[in-house]
């Protein structure tokens, strides 16, 4: 069965940092792409940017927003992938899910969500 | 990118059928044949319910159905039930090799 948990999130002052991991198993971590999407309490889905795998050299891409600010990085020896935030803003305060794509390239739709962890933004 | 546009919200009664609208460009929905539907319940994680605009993973019922036309995507769920009751969202492959999704709609089962 495939599993993802996200750990790391809670309460940051803006322009702070965080770093959240996302344990995954159940399937070949390493030849997997990983993404990170977000939820705002009482808004819709946001992506956030992906890795993928080592054949793929590691490409990553990030959304607009957070561009600049965030780096995705994976750990393949300990199935796990990271989403270190900086310069922190009110308006990152989400939910934060990491996700197993699948699909063309870097993967066209989540088959697993992890459970999500909360990041909240405020000072 | 701007958000897919979806209908905030869509109602129906048990054992009707609904449609849920998703709107893009043809840099993403209009692109690619690759918009997938998520299903979720409040303050659990989405599910996978449509993938490659018509496709059901195992496991989904065949109540859910999907299909596109042109820029807009959408999700039909015939035989409504009360379980059904949920926030839905899409989501479609851009031509940035990124991912973009819909602002979700909000089913509620009259």
């Known amino acids: 069965e495939v599993q993802l948990v996200e750990s790391g999130g809670g309460l940051v002052q803006p322009g702070g940092s965080l770093k959240l991991s996302c344990a995954a198993s159940?399937?070949?971590?390493?030849?997997?792409?990983m993404h990170w999407v977000r939820q705002a309490s009482g808004k819709g889905l946001e992506w956030v940017g992906h890795i993928r795998s080592k054949p793929n050299s590691y490409a990553t891409a990030y959304a607009a927003s957070v561009k600049g600010r965030f780096t995705i990085s994976r750990d393949d020896s300990e199935n796990t992938a990271y989403l270190q935030m900086d310069s922190l803003k009110t308006e990152d305060t989400a939910v934060y899910y990491c996700?197993?794509?699948?699909?063309?390239?870097?993967?066209?739709?989540?088959?697993?969500w992890g459970q999500g962890t909360l990041v909240t933004v405020s000072s | 990118q701007s958000a897919l546009t979806q209908p905030a919200s869509v109602s129906g009664s048990p054992g009707q059928s609904i449609t849920i609208s998703c709107t893009g460009t043809s840099s993403d929905v209009g692109g690619y044949n690759y918009v997938s539907w998520y299903q979720q319940h409040p303050n659990k994680a989405p599910k996978l319910m449509i993938y490659?605009?018509?496709n059901r993973p195992s496991g989904v019922s065949n109540r859910f159905s999907g299909s596109k036309s042109g820029n807009t995507a959408s999700l039909t769920i015939s035989g409504l039930q009360a379980e059904d009751e949920a926030d839905y969202h899409c989501a479609s492959y851009t031509s940035s090799s990124t991912m973009l999704f819909g602002g979700g709609t909000k089913l509620t089962v009259l």
């Open positions: 490659d605009v018509s």
């Open positions: 159940g399937f070949t971590f390493s030849g997997s792409a």
């Open positions: 996700t197993r794509p699948q699909g063309v390239n870097s993967g066209s739709y989540y088959v697993a």
